[in-house]
């Protein structure tokens, strides 16, 4: 298992259109290392016990009046114990001006200052769930991700047994690829997977025979998907006539990644097989279950009824 151990603040300020009120200050040398964010409403009172300064600071509407109730020698001392006190960056959400002497304060202490017209609760969402997807443990498997029908399916199996096959039949019918070939997994949360492409292959096909194709090209964009959670696996491998495989699907079984259970089916290869379609009635099936209704159980009830009608008939006849 891998994690990235930090991220750029540049990164950041990109996916959150954020905009530098200090543009002398490099914030392409600041990294962020914790999934966190911070309102710095204490320690502008003078409370820095327990400071979590390797977050990012926001300065929303409570903290910027709280700063005007001061005067103006007060509100600069106050800047500047927390611009000193080695923190990343500090944000105002709300679209707030701080004052030109704070912004000089900033650039010459050295200390990204940034805006933003979200919100603040809605601004500290947003970057928590980007900065956990970022920051969260992370493995590379090998194997085909693919959206069907809504469903993250990973589809997995030795080299050259039909996988990327098996997702361009989907593609052609309607479903979008994530990726081929090499999956990122992040896990986000106890019980949540995304997979994504890593950047060399993202969209590429690799098929046998023919060579590297570019699905978004050759398909269109409505073909492709960035990331997708997974939802299930699909284990590809070999007809064995001498093994047992399920046939009625009555108890889950599961495959296990960075900790977290995934809802896994072993599909055995013989010629003849439209791998797509099964995987297309696996992808409605998985839903279904989800939704409260499972097949398998309703067939055994629905069995086990008519034994016991049976076993009554013969009853009643003796």
Same mark, same amino acid.
């Given at each position: ?12 300020? $990109? ?46 509407? /409570? ?5 005007? +109730? ?6 600069? &001392? ?40 979200? +919100?603040? +609760? &809605?601004?500290?969402?947003? /970057? ?6 970022? *920051?969260?443990?992370?493995? /590379? ?5 693919? @959206?069907?029908? =809504? ?10 047994? =039909? ?6 039949e989907l593609i052609k019918r309607g479903h979008r690829l994530v990726t081929d070939d090499a999956v990122e997994i992040r896990k986000?949360? #106890? ?22 194709? #570019? ?26 006539? @001498? ?23 072993? *599909? ?20 279904? $279950?989800?939704? =409260?209704?499972?097949?398998? $159980? ?14 009554? @008939? &013969?009853?009643?006849? &003796?």
């Open positions: 298992m891998a994690s990235k151990e930090r991220v750029k603040l540049s990164m950041v300020v $990109k996916k959150m259109q954020l905009v530098s009120l200090t543009p002398e200050v490099d914030a392409k040398k600041v990294f962020l290392h914790v999934p966190e964010v911070n309102r710095p409403a204490l320690q502008l009172t003078g409370f820095y016990e327990q400071f979590d300064n390797d977050r990012i600071q926001i300065i929303g509407n /409570v903290e910027h009046s709280y700063l005007l +109730s001061l005067t103006e020698e007060e509100r600069r &001392d106050r800047y500047r114990q927390l611009f000193s006190s080695n923190i990343p960056c500090v944000v105002f959400c709300r679209n707030i001006e701080p004052e030109p002497e704070i912004v000089e304060l900033a650039t010459q202490m050295n200390l990204p200052l940034f805006k933003s017209t979200k +919100s603040t +609760s &809605d601004f500290m969402a947003e /970057v928590i769930r980007f900065l956990k997807e970022q *920051l969260a443990p992370c493995i /590379v498997i090998h194997g085909v991700l693919v @959206d069907v029908y =809504g469903e993250g399916v990973l589809i997995t199996g030795e080299s050259g047994i =039909g996988k990327s096959e098996a997702a361009l986000i949360s #106890d019980d949540t997977l995304i997979g994504s492409a890593p950047g060399v292959t993202k969209y590429f096909i690799e098929l046998r025979g023919i060579g590297i194709i #570019d699905v978004k090209t050759l398909f269109g964009v409505e073909s492709v998907k960035e990331k997708q959670q997974i939802d299930m696996v699909m284990q590809l491998e070999d007809w064995n006539k @001498d093994t047992e495989y399920d046939r009625l699907g009555l108890e889950e079984e599961y495959t296990e990644y960075l900790g977290t259970k995934v809802v896994c089916h072993t *599909l055995p290869i013989r010629p003849g097989r439209n791998l797509a379609v099964i995987v297309e009635a696996a992808a409605v099936n998985h839903r279904q $279950k989800e939704m =409260g209704y499972n097949a398998a $159980k309703e067939l055994y009830r629905r069995v086990q009824e008519n034994m016991l009608k049976g076993a009554d @008939d &013969d009853g009643d006849d &003796d």
